[in-house]
C-alpha cells in the first residue's frame, strides 16, 4: 500500500534518486543532488507543502507546492503557488500523481492560494498528459517550456 506523507530531511536521498531517475529516462534536462534536493524542496521559506509517496519504503515520487518567490525562475507572479511532481519511471500510471495532487491541493487551499503554475519542459510528454489531465491548461509561452496553470 502506497502512504503518502509530509517529506522529511531524511528523504532527501530518496527524493534525489527519483530525479536522477527521471533524468536517466530522459525527462528531466539536469541530474541532481541531496544538497539540490534539500534547498529546492525540503528547506525553502516559501514551502507550503512537499509530500512523498512510499510503499515498502521506499520514495516512488514526491509534489513540492511553494508560494512564488520574488525573481522566482519561472516568472511566476508572488501570490501564485509553483508545483512540481516527481515520479519514479517504474512507479508511473498507479495513480500516485492524482493523490499527490489531492493532497497539494488542499494545502494549496488552506494557504490561501488562487492560482498555481507548472512550467513543464516542452518535451516531456508524460508531465504535459499529467497536468492536462489534473486539470491545468497552458497560458503563455516561453522557450523550450510549456508553463501551465490551475484556478483554484
Keep these: 500500500m502506497i502512504e503518502f506523507r509530509p517529506a522529511e530531511p531524511t528523504d532527501a536521498a530518496s527524493m534525489a534518486e527519483v530525479q536522477n531517475a527521471i533524468h ?13 534536493v534539500q534547498e529546492r524542496y525540503l ?10 509517496a512510499v510503499e515498502d519504503d521506499r520514495i516512488l515520487g514526491f509534489q513540492s507546492l511553494k508560494r512564488a518567490s520574488p525573481g522566482n525562475p519561472y516568472d511566476v507572479p508572488e501570490d501564485w503557488g509553483i508545483i512540481g ?4 519511471p517504474e512507479a508511473g500510471r ?23 503554475d507548472a512550467s513543464i519542459g516542452a518535451d ?12 491545468f491548461t497552458p497560458y ?3 522557450e523550450g517550456v510549456i508553463p501551465h496553470r490551475f484556478d483554484l
Design 94 to 116: 498507479r495513480g500516485i500523481g492524482r493523490s499527490l495532487f489531492a493532497v497539494s491541493l488542499a494545502a494549496a487551499r488552506s494557504a490561501g492560494v488562487r492560482h498555481l
Design 24 to 36: 536517466r529516462a530522459g525527462l528531466r534536462a539536469d541530474p541532481v543532488d541531496v544538497a539540490f
Design 43 to 52: 528547506r525553502p521559506e516559501h514551502r507550503i507543502a512537499c509530500t512523498v
Design 85 to 88: 511532481t516527481h515520479i519514479h
Design 124 to 135: 516531456n510528454a508524460p508531465a504535459l498528459a499529467y497536468y492536462s489531465a489534473m486539470g
Design 140 to 142: 503563455r509561452d516561453r
